[in-house]
């Protein structure tokens, strides 16, 4: 298995545990806006595991395209969702974790970056 179908399986697989957390144990501690945003988190992280997954089946991307989509997208994943989980616990894991506000919006733009490169290698592919 190549890494980015493990890296879609396990951003996968941790976004589903995740999901289960905020809809099992986290629905009774938190507040109905942290809540909302964890579960934003898990959404786009799923989301873009499974873009991950579809851009294994392109054969018009180049190997080197499809690992900086890969890449963008973890990046983007860790900084955005991770963030995200971070931030909307903090009430009940007491973790002064308010710097990574900034990190969130960070996180969103590598993932747009991560479809806006789709978007140019679509336009600019030629076939040989």
């Known amino acids: 298995m190549n890494s980015r179908l493990r890296m879609a399986a396990i951003l996968g697989m941790i976004a589903v545990i995740l999901g ?28 873009h595991a499974l873009m991950i997954l579809a851009i294994e089946g392109i054969s018009q991307l180049s190997e080197q395209s499809k690992r ?16 995200i989980y971070l931030l ?21 733009l590598f993932l747009i970056s991560a479809w806006g490169y789709l978007i140019f290698k679509s336009i600019t592919y030629s076939p040989r």
């Open 20 to 47: 289960a957390l905020g809809s099992h144990a986290l629905k009774e501690r938190l507040g109905a806006d942290a809540l909302a945003s964890f579960e934003v988190g898990v959404r786009y992280q799923m989301i």
């Open 68 to 83: 900086i989509v890969s890449r963008f997208v973890l990046i983007g994943v860790i900084a955005f969702s991770g963030s």
């Open 88 to 108: 909307s616990t903090r009430e009940i894991t007491g973790l002064e974790v308010s710097f990574l506000g900034p990190i969130t919006p960070i996180g969103g």
